[in-house]
């Protein structure tokens, strides 16, 4: 699993609406999961289990979350990437999961630093 926490100053609802924006600019839909965080998902699920890798990156079935919590008054947005998640594509889905993963924290980010409100980021492996 590889997740980042991005600790975020200032109105927490004004940070998730600059989230959910960086996360639709980049093509996903955000919803809500049933515990109270996000499900981050972009592709198709049939043309994944049909064509795994040949897909394509914009078709390639990926699904992310997003958890929110605080601390010390700071709101903190972790990604979260579970080891393969939605890369039904073999090897290569895998690796192309973990990149379009990257990018995804390079727009998130990006955003929150444009913003002038990301206190701090934590990468975890």
Do not use: C
Request: net charge negative.
């Amino acid at each position: 699993m590889a997740a980042v926490d991005y600790f975020i100053t200032g109105d927490h609802d004004a940070a998730r609406n600059a989230i959910a924006a960086a996360l639709r600019a980049q093509g996903f839909e955000v919803a809500t999961s049933p515990v109270g965080g996000w499900s981050v998902t972009r592709g198709s699920t049939s043309a994944t289990v049909w064509l795994g890798a040949f897909a394509g990156k914009s078709n390639q079935r990926l699904e992310y979350s997003m958890q929110f919590f605080e601390y010390e008054g700071q709101l903190v947005a972790r990604l979260n990437r579970e080891s393969g998640a939605g890369a039904l594509g073999g090897v290569i889905g895998v690796s192309r999961s973990a990149e379009v993963f990257t990018e995804l924290d390079q727009a998130v980010g990006s955003e929150l630093t444009r913003l002038l409100i990301l206190a701090n980021v934590v990468h975890y492996p």
